[in-house]
Nanobody, 124 residues
Framework: QVQLVESGGGLVQPGGSLRLSCAAS????????MSWYRQAPGKERELVAT????????KYADSMKGRFTISRDNARNTVYLQMNSLKAEDTAVYYC?????????????????WGQGTQVTVSS
């Protein structure tokens, strides 16, 4: 079965750093683009970063550019999110998402798989 398991969240002081990990199994990880999303209480879930299947292309939300880095290790079926210079407004549940494209008789179909999330709290 498909599994996406996030880890590395916790409590950190403003200005600190955390590295989140997402271990994937049950699908073609190396052929799937991966993303990190986050959701704070009372707010919409928002895209944090995306990385292509081979790791050659990355995209970031404007507020994360220069502070966050997404990477992946296809040999370990793991995607990472390095978070530096953390701010209180970064407090949220962070989710890992896979985007698998499968060829079907009627064309390509995209499947999305979500992890359960890991809490990141930035506070003094």
């Amino acid at each position: 079965q498909v599994q996406l398991v996030e880890s590395g969240g916790g409590l950190v002081q403003p200005g600190g750093s955390l590295r989140l990990s997402c271990a994937a199994s049950g699908f073609s990880f190396s052929s799937s683009a991966m993303s990190w999303y986050r959701q704070a209480p009372g707010k919409e879930r928002e895209l944090v970063a995306t990385i292509s299947s081979g790791g050659g292309s990355t995209k970031y939300a404007d507020s994360m550019k220069g502070r966050f880095t997404i990477s992946r290790d296809n040999a370990r079926n793991t995607v990472y999110l390095q978070m530096n210079s953390l701010k209180a407004e970064d407090t949220a549940v962070y989710y890992c998402k896979a985007m698998e494209v499968v060829d079907t008789r009627m064309g390509k179909k995209e499947y999305q798989y979500w992890g359960q999330g890991t809490q990141v709290t930035v506070s003094s």
